[in-house]
């Protein structure tokens, strides 16, 4: 992260001077009904000089968990920095969410088209508009999601491979998992380090949900973060961390061997060895109680909670190789 800290930033070109607290509008487009849509971008501006930091959330319309820490950060006063700036953006795609969906209307997914194209699809363009107009001034980023439909992941930070900067950054934050995880092509984590900009994505709960303990290790983590960055406004307390991160470098599915309802038996975070019940599949008749058992040994990070399974489904998500 530099050390030399601008005065003025620019944000959709606006720019904004140390000690302003501003809101201003991104235009995403219009409804069929010519209503507009604007997400609010959220920027705190302390008068001392410091590290700009941007909380973006909702990059799929339907995780809400992350919405909510983000959220949390702007009504709780913790994103007001005693120095340097901070930047809330807790929806960025707010046609997903007002459609309770992942997608944009193009049917396009938003993480999957960056660094994006001025004349390009809807989706694409938030995407330009995103890396041109906000992202420049911008030191580090903290991108929030969850789970996928009903799979429920633990609480984790996913950086790349060699990395000190991020890895400093992930222990910093302390979730309960550090996961090393390749940047996905067109991704905005990707468009970000292409840029030089670091970025932790944090991963926890699971879609159209909003889970207590995922946001408040989100929460506890940002102010983690201010705090080293000593930023964090001196009415808020940090709470340390009681357990140190699990480092993963692999993980595999334990996934359905047979069709019905189901029902997991371990817990998220919980550690598992090779043949422990971890879950229980059954017909609609009584006729059938098929017990999945564990091949590997590992911790739990992701839950599937659905009800009805189909046969290859990815029940859980195992922790192979820890870093150590």
Not at 9 to 18: A, Q, W
Request: positive net charge.
């Amino acid at each position: 992260m530099t050390t030399e800290f601008k005065d003025n930033i620019t944000i959709l070109g606006e720019t904004i001077p140390l000690g302003t607290s501003k809101e201003i509008n991104f235009n995403i487009a219009k409804l069929h009904t010519a209503t507009k849509i604007e997400v609010p971008v959220i920027i705190e501006r302390s008068k001392k000089p410091g590290p700009t930091i941007l909380f973006t959330a909702g990059l799929h319309g339907d995780e809400i968990n992350g919405i909510d820490i983000v959220r949390q950060l702007i009504s709780r006063g913790i994103n007001k920095p005693k120095r340097g700036s901070i930047i809330c953006m807790p929806i960025l795609n707010v046609f997903g969410f007002l459609n309770s969906s992942r997608v944009f209307p193009d049917g396009r997914d938003l993480n999957r088209v960056f660094p994006g194209s001025e004349n390009g699809s809807l989706a694409s363009r938030v995407a330009y508009t995103l890396m041109t107009e906000i992202i420049a001034d911008v030191d580090l980023i903290i991108d929030f999601h969850t789970g996928g439909a009903s799979r429920f992941n633990a609480a984790q930070i996913r950086i790349v491979h060699d990395n000190p900067e991020l890895k400093a950054l992930a222990d910093v934050f302390s979730p309960p998992f550090i996961l090393y995880s390749k940047n996905i092509t067109k991704s905005f984590r990707n468009a970000c380090s292409q840029l030089n900009k670091p970025i932790l994505l944090y991963e926890g709960g699971k879609s159209f949900f909003v889970d207590n303990t995922i946001s408040k290790i989100g929460v506890e983590g940002v102010k983690r973060i201010l705090t080293h960055f000593e930023m964090l406004n001196s009415k808020h307390k940090v709470t340390p961390s009681k357990t140190t991160p699990v480092y993963v470098e692999k993980s595999k599915w334990i996934r359905a061997t047979a069709s019905g309802m189901f029902k997991a038996k371990v817990a998220i975070n919980s550690k598992i060895s090779v043949g422990d019940v971890v879950g229980q599949i059954t017909d609609p008749y009584g006729k059938i109680h098929h017990a999945v058992k564990s091949k590997l040994e590992g911790y739990v990070i992701n839950v599937n909670e659905a009800s009805l399974v189909y046969q290859g489904d990815a029940l859980f998500h195992i922790t192979t190789q820890l870093k150590h």
